[in-house]
């Protein structure tokens, strides 16, 4: 059974830094496009970054020039890097894995993914 663990949430000012990970349990799935997703209460869960197997990447614009996704194959882990937070970055934030095979603007789509993580909180104050 796949397992996924976020790591890494919890509180900052705004300006300030975060660095989410995503522990995958299992090495039997598909190495296709892992994703961060997030859901702030109230509101749709949004994708914010891909990356396919290849280390092709998407963003949205949202994020774009502020968040960094990478991927660690060797260790089934996966990272957000978030830089200039601000409060509206304030939600609960997911890892996917097993979604399409290339980080195109599908790859933002949270139907595309099998599996999920349980969540971890971001919260950035002003």
């Known amino acids: 059974q796949v397992q996924l663990v976020e790591s890494g949430g919890g509180s900052v000012q705004s300006g300030g830094s975060l660095r989410l990970s995503c522990t995958v349990s299992?090495?039997?799935?598909?190495?296709?496009?892992m994703g961060w997703f997030r859901q702030a209460p109230g509101k749709e869960r949004e994708g914010l970054a891909a990356?396919?197997?290849?280390?092709?990447?998407k963003y949205a614009e949202s994020v774009n020039g502020r968040f960094t996704i990478s991927r660690d194959n060797a260790n089934n882990i996966l990272y957000l890097q978030m830089n200039r937070l601000k409060p509206e970055d304030t939600a609960m934030y997911y890892c996917?894995?097993?979604?399409?095979?290339?980080?195109?603007?599908?790859?933002?789509?949270?139907?595309?993914?099998?599996?999920w993580g349980q969540g971890t909180q971001v919260t950035v104050s002003s």
């Open positions: 990356i396919d197997e290849d280390g092709g990447s």
């Open positions: 299992t090495f039997s799935y598909n190495r296709y496009c």
């Open positions: 996917a894995i097993d979604g399409p095979r290339w980080a195109d603007s599908g790859s933002l789509r949270s139907a595309e993914y099998n599996y």
